[in-house]
Structures are given as structure tokens and as C-alpha cells.
């Protein structure tokens, strides 16, 4: 189907369009032509719309991955100077980077502290605290992230929070344990303790735990058992905090009052996450935010509700456009999209593809993993090497290697995510 035109001041990056997601996404266009009579209206992309980032873009932390930073994957660093601990005040102008950091190191149990990275409240992407972490017993990186997500009528945190996925056959291999629950004053909370790569080819385990308040507060910690969460060997046998200590962490007062510090936004946000209960454009720029590699930086992104987000990313060699495609319960068009596919032991499909764009750019290529779950939830995630769907190649190849796109479809956070 062809791309819509239609005026957009950053329509470079920010393409408007609608598409059969089957026909983007795989090359049997027979088998496409008969699963887009089937489930024509969930095979279609939504109308992609630019998304501001911000607070209201706030992602959410996932199971056995990464913290989800709103709009920039790569923490940008703190003031250099954190030397002695100290609670963050409120004052205006709000919370600088230097002590969001000083405000995490304070919360841990003794030790000492390097790697320090951080954002404040001013930064769009919203605060953040990052920093290496040895209690002793080997160094640890631990971060955390903070924001608001839109409340309204009906606002329940733990239909927010990010849910546990099912246990049992066909399980998330990349997850050891999981438990949701309920605070005190109301807050929603999940603990999850799992592996940063989900086929575990490597021992780096990710623990975190993710806290929504019953104003919107949110707040995502994620910690992992090396000085880095991709890139380093394993520095001892397990991340420093335990399922107790994460959620002490994930619930401190001090986050609350470094997150009201946020400025509001100017505009409002295009869709709270409660309302569509079937994917969630939040959730799923924040799964595709935690997977990308360190080094690759998100420039903006957006999407549409319900099943379609992308993010225009730069690894310091140039520009390139990334998208993904969440669909439930898709499996009465499985046999049709998968013929040839490899399967695997859990019952995933999966199919990949490197092919010139399809709308004859120069130069434009697109990368595709193409995944669909047992349960029938279609994950698909594409890279260009073009800043956006009507733009000029920008670099020989897509950001993102076939292999890191496959990780994220690949990815245990998507059980969780739909249900």
C-alpha cells in the first residue's frame, strides 16, 4: 500500500503512513494476500504519529532486560564531580544529574561507587541514576530510571505495572522468578529476577523491579552481576540486591520527590496507557528502548496505538530508522506467514529477511526478523538504513545487526505484554 503524504514539519524522521503489516514484513505475498483477508484489521499498521518524548513517553523496565530510558538509550553522563553521599532537596529548577546519582548512592548499603552517569530533571528523556556499585563482593552496574505515566478515571497501578508473565511450558527461558504486588499506600510493584540475554549465551543476569504509584510516579530499577550490562565478563555470582532490597530501592520517598520535580509536559499525551488494554504504545517503545545495544542513541520516536512504535537511533556512524509490530493472537494466520520457518524449542517461529526497500530508494535496505509466539502474539522488528521511510540511505547498513534484531524480538519482556 502506497505511503501516505501528508504535511509533517519533521516528516524525515517522522513518516506518517499505513501499511499491511504482513506485506512489510514478509515476502510470500500470496500467503500475505489470503492472512490479510483473515485479520485484515489487525494486519494493518496504525497511522504512525510523532510522539513527543518526555514524561509522557516514560517506558517501563522489563523482564530479564534493561532499564527502559524514555527516549535515550545511552545515559548521558553526571556532573564529574560526586564524591561525598547526599539526599537530593527540592529547589528550583529541580534536581540536577549530580544528585539524582548522589541520591542512588545514598540508598544503597555501604560500598563504593564509579561508572557515574546520570540525568536530572530537566532532561527530557527524564532523570536518571547510573553507577557501578561494589558492596565488597564485586563491582555491580545499577541504574535507575524515573517518570510519570498520564492517570485519569479509573487509574489503577497494577493494571500499569508490568505483569509477570505465565509460568509453565513455553515459560520465558531468560526468567528465573517473578512476583507482582501491592504496597501499602497503594503502589503497584513487580520484582523480576532473569538474564540479560534470553538463550543465556551469556551468564549476565538482570534483576530489576518496576513501581507505580497511585499518582503516576514511576520508577524502574534494574541491576545486573557485571560493571556494565553488556560488554563485560561477569564480576560475581549474583547482582547485589535481593528481591527486598529492590523493592526498599524501587520505593524510596526520594524518587517520588525527584519525579514531582519533573516539569509537566506542554502537551498533552497523544494516549494513556490504560487506554487501549490490548498492547500499548508505551510499552512496547519502552521494551524496544531497553534492547537496543548501549551505544546506539535514540534521536525520537513514536507510533500509534495499539501494536506499532519506532525509534530513529544513531550509533555515531549515522542515522537509521527502526519499527516494530506487536500483534495478540494471530495464530489463524501462523501456517500462512511461517511456511519454511525455523521453530523453536519453545514452539516460536521465526523468519528473517535482507532485502532492498520495497518502495525502490537507492541504497535503502530493511532487515526483518519476523517472530510469532506459541500463543499466537506476533512480534516483527525492522531496521533501515535510512533515518525514516521516505528518506535517502544514510549508511551501508542498518543500525541494528540481523542478530541484535533478533534479540529483541526475541525477548521475554513481550509475554508480559498484551495479556
Avoid at 518526555?54 to 517501563?60: D, K, N, T, V
Wanted: hydrophobic fraction near 35%; aromatic fraction near 6%; include cysteine.
Amino acid at each position: 500500500m502506497p505511503v501516505d503524504q501528508f504535511p509533517d514539519p519533521f516528516e524525515d524522521q517522522l513518516s506518517v503512513a499505513l501499511r499491511d503489516a504482513g506485506g512489510s514484513f514478509d515476502t510470500d505475498r500470496a500467503a500475505l494476500a489470503a492472512a490479510g483477508q483473515a485479520r485484515g484489521r489487525r494486519l494493518r499498521l496504525r497511522r504512525r504519529a510523532a510522539v513527543a518524548g518526555g514524561a509522557a513517553g516514560l517506558a517501563l523496565v522489563g523482564v530479564g532486560g534493561a532499564l527502559l530510558v524514555p527516549s535515550d538509550s545511552s545515559p548521558q553522563p553526571a556532573e564529574s564531580s560526586v564524591a561525598a553521599k547526599g539526599t537530593a532537596t527540592p529547589r528550583a529548577g529541580g534536581f540536577s544529574a549530580r544528585e539524582v546519582v548522589k541520591t542512588l548512592e545514598k540508598l544503597l548499603p555501604g560500598g563504593t561507587f564509579s561508572g557515574q552517569e546520570g540525568r536530572g530533571t530537566a532532561d527530557e528523556a527524564g532523570p536518571l541514576a547510573y553507577v557501578v556499585y561494589d558492596d565488597g563482593k564485586g563491582p555491580a552496574a545499577v541504574s535507575v530510571g524515573l517518570g510519570r505515566i498520564p492517570t485519569g478515571r479509573g487509574f489503577d497501578p497494577a493494571h500499569e505495572v508490568l505483569p509477570c508473565p505465565e509460568t509453565g511450558e513455553g515459560a520465558p527461558s531468560g526468567l528465573d522468578s517473578c512476583e507482582s504486588g501491592t504496597l501499602p499506600d497503594g503502589s503497584a510493584i513487580t520484582v523480576f529476577k532473569g538474564y540479560e540475554y534470553p538463550d543465556r549465551r551469556a551468564d549476565t543476569k538482570a534483576w530489576g523491579a518496576e513501581l507505580i504509584t497511585p499518582s503516576g510516579q514511576r520508577v524502574n530499577v534494574s541491576e545486573w552481576n557485571s560493571p556494565a550490562e553488556k560488554g563485560k565478563p561477569v564480576s560475581r555470582p549474583e547482582p547485589p540486591l535481593d528481591t527486598a532490597g529492590l523493592k526498599r530501592l524501587a520505593a524510596a520517598t526520594e524518587w517520588r520527590r525527584i519525579i514531582d520535580a519533573v516539569p509537566q509536559p506542554t502537551k498533552a499525551p497523544v494516549a494513556s496507557p490504560s487506554a487501549d488494554r490490548g498492547v500499548g504504545l508505551q510499552r512496547i517503545l519502552g521494551v524496544l528502548t531497553a534492547r537496543l545495544p548501549k551505544d546506539v542513541k535514540v534521536l525520537s520516536r513514536g507510533g500509534q496505538e495499539p501494536e506499532y512504535g519506532y525509534v530513529v537511533v544513531d550509533d555515531g556512524k549515522g542515522r537509521g530508522y527502526v519499527e516494530i509490530n506487536v500483534q495478540p493472537n494471530m495464530l489463524d494466520v501462523a501456517d500462512s506467514l511461517y511456511q519454511g520457518a525455523e521453530t523453536l524449542p519453545d514452539g516460536t517461529r521465526v523468519k528473517t529477511r535482507q532485502q532492498p526497500d520495497e518502495k525502490g530508494r537507492a541504497g535503502v535496505v530493511m532487515w526483518t526478523v519476523d517472530t510469532m509466539r506459541k500463543d499466537g502474539k506476533r512480534v516483527v522488528v525492522s531496521a533501515y538504513n535510512a533515518a525514516g521511510l521516505k528518506t535517502g540511505a544514510t549508511r551501508p547498513e542498518p543500525v541494528l545487526t540481523m542478530q541484535e534484531l533478533r534479540d529483541i524480538a526475541l525477548a521475554p519482556h513481550w509475554d508480559s505484554i498484551g495479556r
